[in-house]
């Protein structure tokens, strides 16, 4: 028995490097340091100084602005802390909350309505204009897009004025009853307002859901038209449905625009009459460079910028799902 016993042993510890050896190989991969690539560190190169930019720019300030609603300050004395007071202020202050109000109703004009006719307005391209026409369709609806928003602000206030544009062609249709300083008038500035907002947003909107009805399979089309749909049914049951990831991009650009909208309120109405036009983004303005009130108007903007995530998570969750 004692002759056998160094060859089991043998083929046993055999056996056993056999089995530790690529135990011990993969060991070494795992642990082993990932070699750097060239390409991945031009890449960062190239990425760094728009990181550095938007940390400078966009999160420090971010940071700064919840700081700043934690205190007191004027912009020049001492800062105080005084914890969430500025936040109960803001909640407090029936003008605060009615600027957040004005923003919701501005989501109506800035969003649903240019989206809504976004849709048939590229369904109708798609349709019927192509080739060059529709080019120039495409490039003289997302004209108003490519024009800053504080001159498109200051045409339509011209426009809108009471002896502009508008008044004078109500009262070569016989309907001068109807002329008012359209932006001066409490019932009529924020409506004003919003067709701004529509004539601005409604070429991006048709663009964007052109480029999507573009990659609809057009078979699609053709077997709706041989079970009989007219266009009412080809853009219910087809359109819509294959373009809801696009419909949720234009829904968060446009609710954005809405809820942070500042341009071409201030250049037209400054938030007035009285507090009728008057959003948070004027309101923060108005509170920080002219009363002073840093902490209040950071407090706003930090809520502002959740009020703003809670309306375009859903909008986000909702096209994710769809997409899926």
């Known amino acids: 028995m004692t002759m056998f016993t160094p060859i089991q042993s043998t083929e046993k510890s055999a ?15 795992i642990f082993r340091p990932r070699k750097v690539r060239r390409e991945d ?24 602005t919840i700081q700043y609603s934690f ?42 309505i240019p989206v809504g006719l976004g849709l048939i307005v590229a369904s109708v391209i798609h349709r019927v204009a192509t080739g060059r026409l529709g080019s120039i369709s495409r490039t003289v609806l997302f004209l108003p897009q490519v024009i800053p928003l504080v001159a498109a602000g200051i045409i339509w206030g011209w426009l809108l004025a009471l002896p502009g544009l508008i008044n004078q062609i109500l009262k070569a249709f016989g309907l001068g009853a ?33 480029t999507g009805m573009s990659k609809v399979d057009p078979a699609l089309y053709e077997s709706a038209r041989i079970d009989g749909a ?25 609710v954005v625009n809405a809820l942070a909208a500042f341009d071409i309120i201030w250049v037209t109405t400054a938030g007035g009459p009285g507090s009728s036009t008057s959003v948070p983004g004027v309101q923060i303005y108005i509170l920080g460079f002219t009363q002073r009130a840093i902490g209040p ?28």
């Open 41 to 64: 560190v031009v890449g960062w190169l190239f990425v760094l100084p728009a990181l550095l930019m938007y940390v400078v720019f966009v999160i420090v300030p971010f940071l700064s």
């Open 230 to 254: 007219g266009w009412l049914r080809e853009f219910i049951a087809i359109t819509v449905p294959l373009l809801r990831y696009e419909i949720g991009v234009c829904l968060t650009v446009t």
């Open 15 to 29: 056996a056993t490097s056999d089995y530790r050896l690529p135990v011990a190989e993969t060991a070494r991969r």
């Open 297 to 324: 108007a950071s407090a706003l903007a930090v809520m502002l910028m959740i009020l703003v995530v809670l309306v375009i998570i859903p909008i986000q969750y909702l096209t994710k799902e769809i997409k899926q």
């Open 178 to 210: 109807l002329t008012r300083a359209w932006l001066g008038d409490f019932g009529t500035a924020l409506p004003a307002v919003g067709v701004i907002g529509i004539w601005v947003l409604l070429g991006f909107c048709i663009v964007l859901l052109l």
């Open 71 to 112: 205190f007191k300050w004027n912009g020049v004395t001492p800062a105080i802390w005084v914890g969430l007071k500025n936040y109960l202020t803001i909640f407090q202050a029936p003008n605060l909350i009615g600027t957040v109000v004005n923003a919701f109703l501005l989501v109506v004009w800035f969003s649903f």
